[in-house]
Structures are given as structure tokens and as C-alpha cells.
Nanobody, 115 residues
Framework: VQLVESGGGLVQPGGSLRLSCAAS????????MSWYRQASGKERELVAR????????NYADSAKGRFTISRDNAKNTVYLQMNSLKLDDTAVYYC?????????WGQGTQVTVSS
């Protein structure tokens, strides 16, 4: 099982980034896919989640209206489009796959919002 995040980097406030998480080694379409983040000195928190059936989504209040999670089951990839980035969005962003079959994490990708 492997989850590989990409797309992080340094961006100015108000800018955008698109994170990707490429999955392998499990039946991607059966898993709820989520993005979490962990800022320095803080606990890991849920940012957004997309369900395996129907594609419904949940967002943290801090992400609503700015972030969009999506998935491409044909490519075994989940995305997080982040717009209007703020200084407080600086964190390591982690991809998570969850089902009754297991729970998997990626290694994380750093997002730094700074002027």
C-alpha cells in the first residue's frame, strides 16, 4: 500500500495550490479519502473528506469555500484544490485512505504560505 502526496510548496497569501495523492496497493474506489494537515506544534486535523460512494464531501470550517476535494477513481488519485491561501494554512498535508479494511497514510507534503 502506498499513498504519495505531491504539489506542496511555497505560495504567497491569496495564492493557490493543488495537492495530489496517488494511491496504489489497494482498491482505491472502496476507500474514503481524506486530507489532513498538521501545523508545527499542533495536532493533526481533518481538512476535507470525500466518500467512496456518491462522492459526497465534508470540509473543516477553515476550508469551506476555499478548498475543494475531488477524486479520480480511474487514476487512483485524490486531489485538494486550495485557493485563497492564508498564513494559517501553513502545515504538512497528509493523505489518508480509510475503510473497514484498513487505514493508510501518506508521508505528507509541506505547504508554506508566506509573503
Amino acid at each position: 500500500v502506498q499513498l504519495v502526496e505531491s504539489g506542496g510548496g511555497l505560495v504567497q497569501p491569496g495564492g493557490s495550490l493543488r495537492l495530489s495523492c496517488a494511491a496504489s496497493g489497494f482498491t482505491f474506489s472502496r476507500y474514503v479519502m481524506s486530507w489532513y494537515r498538521q501545523a508545527s506544534g499542533k495536532e493533526r486535523e481533518l481538512v476535507a473528506r470525500i466518500f467512496s460512494v456518491g462522492g459526497s464531501t465534508n470540509y473543516a470550517d477553515s476550508a469551506k469555500g476555499r478548498f475543494t476535494i475531488s477524486r479520480d477513481n480511474a487514476k487512483n488519485t485524490v486531489y485538494l484544490q486550495m485557493n485563497s491561501l492564508k498564513l494559517d494554512d501553513t502545515a504538512v498535508y497528509y493523505c489518508n485512505a480509510h475503510s473497514w479494511l484498513g487505514d493508510y497514510w501518506g508521508q505528507g507534503t509541506q505547504v508554506t504560505v508566506s509573503s
